[in-house]
């Protein structure tokens, strides 16, 4: 099958060459951060993760979200989905590639990174992190391309196909909770240290990977043959919708608790995030962008004729994408080291070459997410034509 | 076979890239390895373990001796080659004595090619005899 | 004799060549000065458990930075000036800012408000950073001392996330340009790994306290508090003392007396 990625009209490689441009351009600013390290991102000794680890965090979520159509499909005989469910098992497979290469060139020794598995230990949530991590990228890529194949050839996929994709269901939520658990032990971190950040995590991203495939539905549309259909489109909104809720009332529950109780260890660094602390209001108007963006989103949503038209739809999707993204994926960090544990206030903005790097990690995921879709969508046009 | 002359042209060219260290280096012959004691390591007249041995497996009790010191807090030493206890330090014990780390370490390093990428990354850290 | 034939003469020329480069061989090592490598048995100092008591009351700001320099004189700590690209295994900050959890307007910070006291490792009972290391690249001595395996760390700074207390210190760079005289007899460490104070672990292998203690005029007190005849015991059984966030459970071993 993989033939389909190697032909293509002039647009098709036109992006590839795009990508592999930033791609080539992000692994010389690599080589310069390796050899010069770390100092030359924005981070430091007390916000010492930043952009790399949250874009890390996020994609574990956008991964995670192949289960909203995983799920109604194998167990709901949604069969709408049925067209689709490659489509969502591919992109979790270009996002936990991008998950993986996000926590590489995080690390401060990456040729010591075999350790993990030299040293293995058990009590260390990274270390499952590493691997249930692996274990649903594999899931996903043998799923995704055996049941392509066996589609194609108009076989029903057989018994052990179809265990890997019900092994796969439970293992989507479990990436993303232990993923939370990264943060959520830490007994220092008073913006981490809540049991709700698994619960959280999974609905922002239920939402967020939804409304991701929404959006590439329409782009599929317009540069191929294949119509993932309106019913799907309207499904995957609907379930956005209810995740979106659900993450915003989670972020409720998360502010009433720390508003009300106002113990100074929790409070301040959502004080910090929310109205500003002794006078730094840095990313106050983020957090409030996030947070209307998210409102906005859910009108959008709950509404079904602003629904059922294109354009809102897809305002809503992006202003999804974009709320969740500055709350997982930029102010987790942000939140969660500053104030530091002195009580210090510590401004943290990516540098010019830790966004270059972040941008190629970002388009190697495209990249195998373009020649992912262009394979399974010449697949399915060949099936269904 | 289609295009059966390119397929073969190309895999003669591969061939040709894939053996290019082959073919830098025909011809050429290199000294073989000399390292020269120093002094101290010379009156001392016996090393922790038989020369040979040493000289195979050195890389192996520097391991052991690293996990010795910093995992274990273990810091003597007892050779029961030559019956006398060391305290387990690179800088402080090995490289005391074999302080000419030019003529020792590197000669047969630079031989074999244990440099660069596949160097041991001691000296990353541990300090390198002033010579 | 009183006449040198040239081959007499050759004869002794020679041979005082000889005797004059023997000579300066001999200079380099002589075989009587000789002395080999080998040493006697180490005393170390053991405890069940490491702990270490600052008195703030006696503590004062020269003690303090004497203590800093040495410290990091003897372990080749890196002196980068940029505040996030610090590297430190001992520094003094605020009495305010240490025990900064809940009011603090009131009480002790009225009378060491604005007094710099020294921080370092907590070379916690429970710590968390041994918790969350995927490499047990920190992990707890069987003395309870807290240590970092440099040969190990992967650099993934789990571990600074973790520590409830700032302590740790990655390197962002390559320290060695940092460092302004080597200290030869200790290793440097080298970009992307983290590092932190150990309690001078290799100076109580041999046999010594660790060196900010010595430096401290007996204004820090170290010993076993497993041990009930020891001094640290007695005192922090006799003083009143602080520990940093001890509600966090994780068992700090730094004691603050006040």
Redesign the interface.
Known sequence: MFEKALVGNKKYFTLIAILLTIILISFFVYIYQLK????ITG????V??GLYISQFTYLVGVAAAALMVVLPCYLHNYKQFARITVLGEFMAVSAVIMCMLF?FI?????D??L??L??P?P?????WD?VVLSVYLLLNIVTGWMVLQYERNEVKPPLWVRTLIYIAIPWAPLIHTVTAF??A?????GYWLTAIMAPRFLASAFCAGPALLILLAFIIKRTSKFDVGNDSIQMLAKIATYALIANVFFLFCELFTVLYSQI??HLDHFKFLIIGLEGQFQYVPLTWVSIIFMLVAIILLIVPKYRKTKVLLITACFLTLVGTWIDKGLLLMVG??VP?????I?IYWPTFFESIITMGVWSFGVLILVILYKIAIAVRCEIEL | MYDKGKIIAGLIIGMLIIMLPFWLNIGKTRKLPDPKLSEKAKLAEKCILPTDEMRSAHQVLLVEWRDLAVRDGERLYYSEYNQKKYEISLENTCMDCHSNKKEFCDECHNFAGVTGGSSPTCWNCHNEPKE | MDKIDRRLFLKIASLSILGVTAGSLLEVVNPKDFKDNSIEPLTKLKAKRWAMAIDLTAINEAIINNCINKCHVTHNVPNLRDKQHEVKWIWQEKYSAVFNEGDNDFNLTTLYKNKNIPVLCNQCDNPPCVRVCPTKATFSRDDGIVVMDMHRCIGCRFCMAACPYGSRSFNWTDPRPYIDKINEEYPTREKGVVEKCDFCMERLDRGELPICVEESKNTIIFGDIGNKNSEIYNILSRRTFLRRKEHLGTRPQIFYLI
């Open positions: 010069n390290g770390l100092i981070m430091g000794r007390d010492s993760w926590i995080d690390l401060g020794r990456p010591r990174v350790n993990v030299l040293h230990t009590n260390s949530v990274m270390f590493m990264l943060y032990g830490l007994p220092g971190r100074p260890e969660g080291f530091n544990p002195f009580g210090e510590i």
